[in-house]
C-alpha cells in the first residue's frame, strides 16, 4: 500500500537558519504530493503541493520538488522564522481521494 | 467563516458510552473525509463521501465506528461502546472530487477514561 516517510523530528533551529525537512514514498500509480502545517492549537493547512514529476510547489518561502527518480518531496525553507514553528506533514493522494500521512515532524524556532 | 466545522471540540466519555461526532464541509465540496490522528503520528484514513454515497472504508473502522453522511452536506461519526483505544483527534476534511488536496477542519478531541 501506499506509506510516506519523513525525517524524525524533533528539529530545532535558530532565527534565519536553513530548513530541510525529508520526505519519501512508496505509492502505485502517480500520486499528488503534499506539505502540510499545524500550527499549535489549531487544524492543518495546505502549505505547498505538487501534481507530477520535477514540479516544484512552493508558498511562504518553502518550497519542495517533486523528484519521482528518488521517490521524494523534500521540504526546504532558507531562512526560517519563530513563527515558522509548528507540526509539518508529508503526504500523498492518489486517485482513489484518500490521502496518506506521514508521522510528522515538529519544528521549533528560536530566537 | 466558511471552512469546514467540527463540534463538538472536545468530548470526553467514559468507556462503554456512545459518542457522536459532526463535521460540516465547505458548502460547495462533494467529498468529505473521516481521520484520526493520535499523538505522535499523522492522521490515519477511516472512511469517505462522495455526495452521500461512502465510497471507502478503512480496516481501521471496526464495526463500533459508523458514519453518515444522510443528504450528502454535514456528516456524522459515532463511536458505539468506547474504548480507551478510541481517544485520539478525529478530523474531518472535505474537497471537491476536481481537487486533489483536501480541507481541514480543527478536530473533535476525544478522551475515553
Known amino acids: 500500500g501506499d506509506s510516506v516517510t519523513q525525517m524524525e523530528g524533533p528539529v530545532t533551529l535558530s532565527e534565519e537558519a536553513f530548513l530541510t525537512i525529508n520526505c519519501t514514498y512508496t505509492a502505485t500509480g502517480y500520486p499528488s504530493l503534499f506539505w502540510y502545517v499545524q500550527y499549535p492549537g489549531e487544524g492543518l493547512q495546505l502549505l505547498l503541493k505538487a501534481t507530477k514529476a520535477d514540479d516544484k510547489g512552493s508558498n511562504k518561502g518553502f518550497e519542495a520538488t517533486y523528484r519521482k527518480e528518488t521517490t521524494s518531496f523534500h521540504l526546504e525553507k532558507g531562512s526560517v522564522q519563530v513563527s515558522d514553528s509548528a507540526v509539518y506533514f508529508c503526504?500523498?493522494?492518489?486517485?482513489?481521494?484518500?490521502?496518506?500521512f506521514g508521522d510528522g515532524t515538529t519544528l521549533t524556532v528560536k530566537p | 467563516d466558511t471552512g469546514v466545522s467540527q463540534d463538538p471540540r472536545h468530548k470526553i466519555t467514559k468507556r462503554g458510552q456512545n459518542v457522536t461526532f459532526r463535521c460540516d464541509p465547505i458548502s460547495e465540496h462533494n467529498r468529505l473525509y473521516w481521520y484520526r490522528q493520535t499523538l505522535g503520528q499523522g492522521p490515519e484514513f477511516l472512511t469517505y463521501f462522495q455526495n452521500e454515497a461512502q465510497l471507502e472504508k478503512s480496516r481501521l473502522l471496526s464495526d463500533r465506528f459508523s458514519a453518515e453522511r444522510p443528504k450528502g452536506s454535514f456528516s456524522t461519526l459515532e463511536i458505539q461502546r468506547t474504548e480507551q483505544g478510541d481517544s485520539a483527534m478525529y478530523l474531518c476534511a472535505s474537497s471537491l472530487v476536481t481537487m486533489d488536496e483536501q480541507f481541514f477542519g480543527p478536530g473533535t478531541r476525544l478522551t475515553v477514561l
Open positions: 503526504a500523498l493522494n492518489t486517485n482513489a481521494g484518500k490521502s496518506t
